[in-house]
């Protein structure tokens, strides 16, 4: 109960943030928002289920082209994210078929390779705009209307994905993921369908992700290969991750939280080095804080476990 | 009585290593049968190939009448087939409640997880393990995660269960309580395979006992029969020393 009570609180709270009236507070909201869906979306199969996916690019360029091109097609809004959604969804189930069988660095490398491989696909196949981009539709708001459209947009499915976490932290699926983490061997075992219980994972780590770039796409108005299919974007959800408590509920969303204030304070004062003390500062906090920055709060916790 | 777990002429190679090698056997329901031989026999590669760990290269397996030669190792499970590892395999940062409740949850025992936090207690219980129900599976010591492997595999509600080396390692008391155990469980009805290197343990508990010997099946039948046998003392002991030794018979 206590986690739905946390819930709904920072809903809340973070909900009357646009009556503070500062659109670049807005503008970091929701980016921070987008960064807690894909922080938490990867925690389903870096954290839950121990498997270093860096696929979250594709999913995220998969969302925001899927979202885009149709939506040049006529098709609207809502709908265009939503099929990003299940595009991204569909696309992991069908991928994960192929690498969930490699473990550790293998199956690392080979989801590094699939956002380069979708980079490739949309700079040459028509349609795409390849490399010189894709323009979407403008919203017909005020400026200050859409940030805060595209504001609260961001947050309700940061709140989604963080809901779908809660319900799958305590579920079978769940657990079965922290068995196969742990021991994939010893979990088959037990009568685990490992590859099942991996592909949704994997699948779950996708849909909140495909529709984060969709409503990206939409949000910045222009899209193109480089920027949606960024590695950054596969490894900063990993850093958040580990900064805020790997395999927990609010340690993604706390981590993205902590990892945009520092790029943004980092990136105001030390214009010209801001790569090279951001990394710092990660390397620090993951050296010193491995277990992230919600162990800190658990250890003065009592010990809770699931299975009573 | 029937039989539960019928090998026929099952192999496993690993390259050119023959592990197992053509072995035939029987195994009824009720039954208690040691698994022997020295080591490197295929005792262990012959507990993978019945759970599906690694599928035999050739023969069939057939449990209760059903070929799962080709079965993968969480369907086997669900059968009713359950097995502890010789190296223990605990998820170390889950609590020993929680190791246990996985084995009743995944093979269909409890519909969710708090009931199958319920049915995990029951089995610590009949384990000895209560007290260290809320415990992380790694602060435990060696005889007791070889415990928990058993508490896993109860959690199951295995028809056959195999035990893998369940008394290495552990002192003399600790054996005579997990033979204990290992009786109370054989009345419950489940029919067990121990694989053991002491003869103690053994002779004690099984009604048969098979020996493997460079993956072969070498003999198999009461144990004061099998420990006698000269094919078996030359396995352990050379063959030199089977010819000379008078309690050698065939």
Redesign the interface.
């Known amino acids: 109960m206590r986690v739905w009570f946390t819930l709904i609180a920072i809903a809340l709270l973070l909900a009357s943030l646009p009556l503070a009236g500062n659109n670049y507070l807005l503008r970091i909201a929701t980016t921070v928002c987008m960064y807690a869906v894909m922080a938490q979306s990867w925690n389903f199969i870096g954290g839950l289920a121990g498997y270093p996916s860096f696929a979250t690019a594709a999913f995220f360029g998969l969302g925001a082209y899927t979202s885009a091109i149709i939506q040049s097609h006529g098709a609207p809004l809502m709908l265009a994210w939503g099929c990003a959604g299940l595009a991204a969804l569909s696309f992991a189930a069908f991928l994960g078929g192929a690498i969930l069988h490699l473990r550790g660095h293998y199956f690392a490398i080979a989801s590094l390779i699939v956002a380069e491989m979708l980079r490739e696909i949309v700079n040459t196949m028509p349609g795409t705009g390849g490399g010189k981009g894709l323009t979407l539709p403008i919203l017909k708001i005020s400026v200050a209307a859409q940030a805060q459209f595209f504001f609260y947009a961001m947050l309700a499915l940061a709140l989604l994905c963080t809901a779908a976490a809660i319900v799958i932290h ?3 699926l769940g ?2 993921l ?2 196969i983490q ?2 994939e ?10 590859y099942a219980y991996k592909t949704a994972a994997f699948s779950l780590s996708a849909v909140f992700v495909g529709m984060a770039g969709a409503i990206y796409a939409s949000w910045v108005n222009y899209i193109e290969p480089p920027d949606v299919f960024d590695v950054l974007l596969a490894v900063k959800p990993m850093v958040m991750v580990l900064l805020g408590g790997l395999g927990t509920i609010f340690g993604p969303a706390l981590g993205a939280v902590i990892l945009l204030t520092f790029e943004e304070l980092v990136w105001r004062n030390f214009l010209t080095v801001h790569a090279a003390a951001l990394g710092l500062i990660i390397v620090m906090l993951v050296l010193f804080l491995p277990n992230g920055i919600l162990s800190l709060v658990r250890e003065k916790l009592p ?1 809770k ?4 | 009585m029937t039989a539960l777990l019928t090998l026929d002429g099952v192999s496993r190679s690993f390259g050119g290593l023959n592990a197992v090698d053509d072995v035939s056997l029987t195994v009824d329901k009720g039954e208690i049968v040691g698994l022997i031989g020295p080591n490197g026999a295929g005792k262990t590669t012959l507990i993978n190939l019945i ?1 599906g ?1 690694h599928p035999a290269t050739g023969g069939r397996v057939r449990f209760e009448g059903r070929d799962i030669t080709r079965m ?3 369907q086997i ?2 059968l009713g087939l ?2 502890t ?1 010789q190296i223990v ?7 020993v ?2 190791n246990v ?3 009743a ?4 025992h409890a519909g ?3 009931e ?2 319920a049915i ?1 207690r029951e089995h610590l219980a009949f384990t000895g393990l209560a007290d260290l ?2 415990r992380p599976a790694a602060s435990l010591t060696l005889a007791r995660r070889k415990r928990l492997e058993l508490a ?1 595999s109860l959690a ?1 509600r295995p028809r056959l269960l195999m035990l893998d080396e369940v008394n290495a390692g552990l002192n003399p008391t600790e054996i005579e309580e997990a033979l204990g155990i290992i009786r109370r469980i054989a009345e419950q009805g489940v029919t067990i395979i121990v694989i053991e290197h002491l003869m103690k343990v053994v002779l004690s508990i099984s009604h048969r006992v098979a020996v493997l010997h460079h993956g072969q099946l070498i003999a198999q039948g009461a144990p004061r029969d099998v420990i006698s046998n000269k094919s078996v003392i030359g396995a352990y002991l050379g063959a030199k020393y089977a010819a000379t030794n008078p309690r050698g018979r065939h």
Do not use: W
Request: with cysteine.
């Open positions: 305590r579920s079978k657990f079965g922290r068995c742990q021991n061997d010893a979990a088959s075992i037990l009568g685990v369908n490992a010990h476990g699931a299975a009573k | 759970t760990v993968k190792p969480y499970a669900r359950a097995r590892f395999q605990p998820f170390p940062k889950m609590t409640a929680e409740a996985a084995g949850l995944f093979c269909g969710n997880v708090r199958a936090g995990a129900a809320d896993k199951m």
